[in-house]
């Protein structure tokens, strides 16, 4: 017969490895968005946490829309200037109804992958989410030097 010792042994061991499986099991990212803290007169960086903004026609209260840097498939990109600070920025103007595949949402998972990866080197960095009934903006990281392709 097992020892009492050996008994709580297994049982540990049992629980560890349990916690181990629950921990591969939600694998999803934890992504942490600004809240009521925000402060919008302070430009956008990656020491603050993304911010994302469901009202709307509140773009153009913080940003002066300059000319398109590119066009593709569900978006146009262009010039943002933060109007607060004078900061620079790209703004990704997306078509909300090219993003959705059957049941999928594109968009949405473009939004979490670039907030989840947001740490990552040689990134383009999101800094704003606005969102809008048919389109959604995001406030990107402007890359100067022209198109990736080119």
Same mark, same amino acid.
């Given at each position: 017969?097992?020892?009492?010792? /050996? /008994?709580?042994?297994?049982?540990?061991?049992? #629980? &560890?490895?349990? *916690?181990?499986? #629950? &921990?591969?099991?939600?694998?999803?990212? *934890?992504?942490?968005?600004?809240? =009521?803290?925000?402060?919008?007169?302070?430009?956008?960086?990656?020491?603050?946490?993304?911010?994302?903004?469901?009202?709307?026609?509140?773009? +153009?209260? /913080?940003? =002066? $829309?300059?000319?398109? @840097? +590119?066009?593709?498939?569900?978006?146009?990109?262009?010039?943002? &200037?933060? @109007?607060?600070?004078? $900061?620079?920025?790209?703004? *990704?103007?997306? =078509? $909300?109804?090219?993003?959705?595949?059957? =049941?999928? !949402?594109?968009?949405? !998972?473009?939004?979490?992958? @670039?907030?989840?990866?947001?740490? +990552?080197?040689?990134?383009?960095? @999101?800094?704003?989410?606005?969102?809008?009934?048919?389109?959604?903006?995001?406030?990107?990281?402007?890359?100067?030097? +022209?198109?990736?392709? !080119?």
């Amino acid at each position: 017969m097992p020892s009492s010792n /050996h /008994h709580n042994e297994e049982q540990k061991l049992n #629980k &560890t490895q349990l *916690k181990k499986k #629950k &921990t591969a099991k939600s694998n999803k990212i *934890k992504i942490e968005l600004a809240g =009521d803290e925000y402060n919008s007169s302070v430009a956008p960086s990656l020491s603050q946490k993304v911010h994302v903004v469901s009202q709307l026609n509140q773009l +153009g209260r /913080h940003y =002066d $829309r300059g000319h398109q @840097l +590119g066009l593709g498939a569900f978006a146009k990109v262009f010039l943002g &200037t933060h @109007l607060k600070s004078n $900061r620079q920025y790209a703004i *990704k103007k997306i =078509d $909300r109804s090219k993003m959705l595949w059957g =049941d999928r !949402d594109a968009l949405e !998972d473009e939004i979490n992958n @670039l907030i989840a990866v947001r740490v +990552g080197p040689n990134l383009v960095q @999101l800094y704003e989410v606005y969102e809008e009934k048919a389109h959604c903006f995001l406030v990107m990281e402007l890359m100067k030097g +022209g198109e990736l392709f !080119d």
